[in-house]
């Protein structure tokens, strides 16, 4: 009996051997996309299939786009702060019962050191006015001026009286000063003030020992007192449970001196130029802010035109108030807040208006 005619299978098995032909024959299924006999896929690749991607094996998801914070929509009729100084006991008597009649908010400058002595408002004041939406700032830890004055006279060795453009200082006997001319520097004793009546003058324990030229030489206080005056006020007030952003400048002076001291600490200043209440939104820096005051020291009718133009170009008011003083009173801040309702304007915190205009 003949054999049977060799397949052409069993001739390419011959001749590559079994392993390596179903090796051939599986390669050429795969180019041509052929299951296997059975239809069915290998354990490989059932395997391979099932099996769950590794967290690096994921596909990658596609970056969403970070969202940028929105800016804040600035006032129509523009805004108003008001800012009040020293943390009277009148802050809570009087200021607070004619803001709270118009739902608005205000600052308060508080010096932390007064806190709770006769006259000053004391942390249970203090609670009412921050759930009332009051911001508590620094008037720093005892009301030291924080600006440094050129000196309006030369002196000689033997001076005990130094004559500057601000005389503040002399308020405070027993702080130390320095007189320096940016080389030299000589550390003196306050005494007091002194001169005539309306001079102000500063005076000093001791001779200045130095001649310093006008103009060219400033009278303020050394980096360890104005350290202390800054930072030990916003440090005293966290520590009774407030949150502190901003500065109310004692005195209405500050001066690029005071800057290096309180941007380290601080997001702005109440009062770092005094004698306008306008500030304009293009142009506003939280550290040159314009105040003044609105019912001491000035007039209604100046007041109201200021109100006029901050609510006809959309500008940024700050204004200022020693809450003891007898003109500043429940009925004169209700009478303020009364005209600033009429012209539509925002009322708001200082640090609220340095989220919104800076």
Do not use: C
Request: no cysteine.
């Amino acid at each position: 009996m003949k054999g049977r005619r060799p397949t052409r299978r069993g001739v390419l098995q011959n001749v590559f051997g079994i392993g390596l032909f179903s090796w051939f024959i599986s390669k050429i299924k795969q180019l041509f996309g052929v299951q296997s006999d059975s239809g069915r896929k290998s354990p490989e690749e059932m395997t391979t299939e099932n099996k769950p991607l590794h967290a690096d094996q994921e596909q990658a998801k596609e970056p969403k786009e970070e969202e940028e914070d929105p800016q804040p929509t600035l006032p129509e009729n523009g805004a108003i702060v008001f800012v009040y100084d020293d943390g009277a006991m009148e802050d809570y008597t009087q200021a607070l019962p004619a803001h709270k009649a118009f739902d608005a908010p205000a600052t308060t400058g508080i010096v932390s050191e007064w806190v709770g002595t006769s006259g000053y408002m004391d942390t249970e004041e203090l609670d009412e006015l921050v759930e009332a939406g009051w911001e508590i700032a620094s008037h720093t830890k005892e009301h030291r001026p924080l600006a440094s004055f050129p000196l309006t006279e030369d002196t000689n060795h033997s001076d005990t009286i130094v004559s500057a453009e601000g005389y503040r200082h002399g308020h405070h006997e027993g702080e130390t000063v320095e007189i320096t001319d940016g080389e030299t520097k000589v550390l003196r004793e306050i005494a007091g003030l002194a001169g005539e009546p309306g001079e102000r003058r500063v005076k000093l324990t001791e001779p200045v020992d130095e001649h310093f030229h006008a103009g060219e030489t400033e009278i303020h206080y050394p980096a360890a007192v104005m350290h202390e005056a800054v930072d030990d006020s916003k440090k005293a007030l966290e520590e009774m449970g407030y949150d502190v952003s901003t500065i109310l400048a004692p005195y209405d002076v500050y001066s690029g001196y005071s800057n290096l001291f309180v941007k380290e600490q601080y997001d702005g200043v109440a009062n770092a130029e005094h004698g306008s209440r306008i500030n304009h939104p293009d142009e506003y820096d939280p550290y040159e802010t314009q105040r003044d005051y609105f019912i001491e020291f000035t007039d209604k009718k100046s007041v109201k035109h200021d109100l006029d133009k901050i609510a006809d170009d959309a500008l940024l008011g700050v204004v200022g108030a020693h809450s003891f003083k007898d003109e500043v009173n429940e009925e004169s801040i209700q009478e303020m807040l009364e005209w600033v309702e009429e012209r539509d304007i925002e009322t708001m915190t200082l640090r609220e208006a340095i989220e919104t205009y800076d």
